[in-house]
């Protein structure tokens, strides 16, 4: 009885014993599990979070291919550096005479102020042939042989004597020092927001990343477009009452005491001693004229892209013609919308049409010239039903007077608004603006831009859209803010990302380079062909 009884218990133990144990083992199977899932979830997250997106690998690439064309070069006295005045063109295989169309190549061997031969390239030029009779002018396209010797490719265009600039804008040292300058911050101007709010007012400053707290920030996000501007929260006032902006000049500097040298006005822009000052060119019997077609969009646009000829502009690859007089440009515009996104040098648009040709009307705009040039304008002509609109590309913007922010609207989004057609014109530029910010902002906005475009065409595939470049500017010695250099690549990048997309392209960095318009809004002359070649691809 009593062996039966605890026989009886010890089993019930060992079965509880078991069953405990084995419960605990599928508990922990299922905790191990458990983990094993949550850690590879944080391994995804992770990753996840640590993937750039397929924006940001479109910028990096782009952004790779330009810093892989400039230097990277330390000096530590500017006698090593480059010198225009020492430095030698030579004519390859001079010819008494030349003919319309040939090519023409200079060499360029380049020394620093002591005398030794340069070894490696970098150097920025402004090549340029030119005969000021004839109004003439075209821009040379530069070889880097990587090795302190560079060949200038010239194509000679017009009948007569041609002469030729050489200009050394910046040495190599300088290039390198102003693009490791340019991405040393966020920028190198800031800005102030203000807040309205009912009767109270108060000003605070504002930027693409400010170092504050989350909990201390107003963030204006866009999270598509992968762009954002903050500002520092203001007490008692929401976020929402954020009313206009302004850029603040605070005159940081990024480059060293010895690299500063590189940028005194006696060094920019300096001309390479040539022993030979010009070519004669004649209209050879054998040169044959070419005929092209209209242009139109979608043609590849390449370098030099035309030349000026009294004071005209003949594109190499296409016909251009006239759109500079009222009926010209009516003819042109009636029954159309065109909508100007970007910045003043497209502003000029809308001026000519109302105070040139006096063809449109502005619409409660009473001022003349650049007077208050932030404002959105809009001009009519309502006998030839012609709607004209000019819109800023959104920020930044450069201007150090407080305008009204809350109209603001990126180009890529103010694209996306429109539902255009056969009678939509839209034209775009973007470029003076930018300079004073890292290269990656420049481009994220133009992959954007061109993202647009092409939601635009996916719905309206004939609408007609037009790219101008950045133009050349005045000399300047506030070069981390305004260097030409930033200007020249921000033009490479616009070719880059608007290869192969239907729209008419503009050159008119080209265009400006060649005719040295040494003025960030062109001159009337080149005004009217930049305005001729834009309505060309558009009418």
């Known amino acids: 009885m009593n062996f039966t009884f605890y026989f009886l218990i010890g089993m019930n133990v060992i079965i509880l014993i078991s069953y405990v144990y084995h419960r605990g083992q599928i508990e922990y ?68 005479m030349y003919c319309i169309g040939d090519n023409l190549t200079v060499q360029l061997d380049m020394y620093d102020y002591l005398g030794n031969r340069k070894k490696y390239g970098g150097d920025f030029f402004r090549p340029r042939i030119y005969s000021p009779d004839l109004q003439a002018a075209a821009s040379g396209r530069v070889e880097d042989l990587n090795n302190g010797t560079y060949l200038v490719h010239f194509t000679l265009f017009w009948q007569g004597r041609v002469k030729f600039s050489l200009m050394v804008y910046h040495p190599s040292e300088g290039i390198s020092a102003l693009w ?42 866009d999270h598509r477009d992968e762009e954002s501007i903050h500002c520092i929260k203001i007490p008692n006032l929401p976020c929402e009452s954020l009313t206009y902006m302004r850029g603040v ?93 970007g910045d003043s040098t497209l502003r000029q648009f809308i001026m000519y049409f109302t105070g ?56 890529s989004r103010q694209i996306d608004q429109h539902a255009g057609g056969k009678n939509t014109i839209i034209a775009i530029t973007m470029g003076q603006h930018f300079r004073q910010f890292p290269l990656h902002l420049y481009i994220r906005r133009a992959v954007n831009i061109r993202r647009a475009i092409e939601r635009l065409f996916l719905r309206s595939p004939d609408t007609k859209v037009i790219i101008k470049t950045e133009n050349t500017r005045n000399i300047d010695t506030r070069v981390e803010m305004l260097a030409e250099f930033h200007g020249y690549t921000q033009y490479l990048v616009m070719k880059e990302v608007f290869r192969g997309l239907n729209v008419g392209f503009i050159d008119a960095w080209d265009m400006s380079n060649g005719f040295a318009t040494e003025d960030v809004h062109p001159q009337l002359h080149v005004l009217k062909n930049i305005i001729s070649l834009a309505f060309t691809y558009a009418c």
């Open 356 to 411: 040139v040709i006096n063809n449109m009307k502005y619409f409660n705009h009473p001022f003349g010239g650049f007077s208050y040039w932030e404002k959105t304008l809009l001009a009519v002509n309502m006998e030839k039903n012609i709607y004209v609109h000019y819109k800023r590309h959104g920020f930044p913007l450069a201007s150090f007077n407080f305008y009204y922010f809350m109209e603001d609207a990126y180009t």
């Open 29 to 96: 199977s299922k905790l191990r599990h458990q983990e094993e899932n949550c850690t590879k979830m944080l391994r995804h997250e992770e990753m996840a979070i640590s993937m750039p997106s397929t924006l940001q690998q479109n910028v990096s690439e782009i952004f790779n291919k330009i810093d892989k064309m400039v230097p990277n070069i330390t000096f530590t006295h500017i006698d090593n550096t480059t010198s225009a005045k020492n430095s030698r063109a030579t004519l390859l295989n001079p010819k008494d």
């Open 249 to 341: 000049n605070h005159n940081p500097t990024y480059l060293t005491a010895l690299e500063k040298q590189l940028f005194v006005r006696s060094n920019i822009a300096v001309e390479i001693s040539k022993k030979f000052e010009y070519v004669d060119v004649g209209n050879c019997t054998n040169s044959k004229e070419v005929n092209k077609e209209k242009c139109r969009t979608g043609m590849d646009s390449p370098f030099p892209s035309g030349y000026f000829l009294k004071n005209e502009w003949h594109p190499v690859f296409c016909n251009m013609f006239p759109y500079i007089t009222s009926d010209q440009i009516n003819s042109c515009l009636q029954g159309k919308k065109l909508y100007l996104i």
């Open 180 to 221: 490791r300058a340019r991405h040393a911050s966020d920028g190198v101007i800031s800005f102030e927001g203000k807040f309205q709010y009912g009767s109270q007012e108060a000003i605070t400053k504002c930027g693409f990343r400010l170092d504050e707290p989350d909990d201390k920030l107003c963030k204006y996000l």
